[in-house]
């Protein structure tokens, strides 16, 4: 029961407590704009009228005491008044998102203008002005002279201040376009190898780094990372950006040693900012709101693929090394098929010509042998017989090995094969790594009618679903390693 009435309690205030300050803000607003300074000093003498006077008040004077007690409420910060309970409405956290690495060149502009603070810096960028950071290397300085220039007015910025990050805000909370891609939250743009590891560093170029909110991080994700953005898949949807969510949480500061949190691309989740961001999508983010999965209290390990072929893979299988219990692999069978049936990459062919495979081997093999498939039906391990010496290779390398002719890595480690003098043929099952949610099942199970977490928990069992507060981070900071 108390349980339930702090989840009610943390809900409900922070709405009230926003009903009073749109009230007062409405008063603010009728009071400056409709009445004027004339009557306001009315009020103000109504209100000692009202509240000082002897005898009983008048209607009149009581009206005067009411205008002046709004006007009161309208001068004094809402936040003073109503103070928000720490309980109400958690702080947001902010991810730092690593953009761009070793640029020659990057560009940032915002149609509300920006703010520019570096050092003890500060510089105001017009609206609609765009601005051009571009590091110039000297013998004598490992960070080199920072330079950078409006399209109007040409400033150059000292070395020893360019060794300072620099941080962008906009003016209005309108997008910062960072080489005309459009972000939200601000912008930080660093030389490479500040806080770097010295064998990751680079005195060459610059690192662009975006801070946002995580709400807003997964705004940008999850339609680049599940697709087939349809009403009737919005519980897988649901379902990733869970699942996003909690990758991020579980990773946070994952590439300190690079001064942000993660990668933009497919080494962390693949982040778009703006130009990604779909109704459908907002709408999942909105209503998983704060929740991640969890197992012995802590974020639980996450990984998604595309389609898993019919069942997912242990983690220990594919990667090697021990494998939590809610990763063990399980069946993608749904009624008398299979969810992830619909993907077109459910069964798939693959031919590779001799010729090719001499390229991307390096010479020409004499033969495949496999040794062991774990029990989805994936390869664990694939040698390579060549006349000189044979090569062995274990789990998902062997997707980065076997390049398709077409480009791209093998779809699956789980086919069949068939070599000859005219090459090698394969028939396979399923498109990438095949461990944790497999993303074609999750939209399967979601048209069958299965929840969010119905969904997750088929594919993470032992994990359960978790409303947290989020911690704080500031927006303005980078947040020191661990």
Known sequence: MEVLFRRISSRLVPKVILTFRILIRLARELLFINLGKVKLFAFRKGFLQGFFRLGTPSIRSWHGAFSSLLFLLSIFPSSILFPSPACAAPDPLFLRLGLLRAQDRVTLSSEGGMILRGGDREILVFPSMEILFSPERKEESAVGVGRLFSNENPRRIPAERFQDSWLVHSLDEKPLLVNGIPYRGNVLVRPDGRDSEPETASDTGLTVVNIVEIEDYLRGVVPNEIGFLRPE??????AQA??????AIRNLGRHSALGFDLFADHRDQVYHGLRSEHPLSDSAVVLTADSILVIDSAPAEIYYHSTCGGRTS???????GTTPVHLRG???VLGDTFACVASKYFRWRERYPRSYLGKI??????GFEVFGWDTAGRIEALVIHFADADSLIIGDTI??????PGGGWLRSTAFQFHYSPSGLELEGKGWGHG???????????????????????????GTRLEYRTSRSRSSERSRPAP
């Open 233 to 238: 898949h919005l519980a897988a949807i649901e």
């Open 242 to 247: 869970i699942a996003a969510r909690t990758y």
């Open 314 to 320: 242990a983690k220990g299988d594919v990667w090697g």
């Open 330 to 332: 399980v069946s993608d």
């Open 361 to 366: 081997l390096g010479r020409l093999p004499r």
């Open 399 to 404: 997707r980065k090995v076997l390049r398709r």
């Open 435 to 461: 461990v944790g949610l497999c993303q074609m099942g999750a939209i399967g199970r979601a048209r069958a009618g299965w929840n969010a977490e119905e969904i997750l928990l088929h594919y993470f069992p």
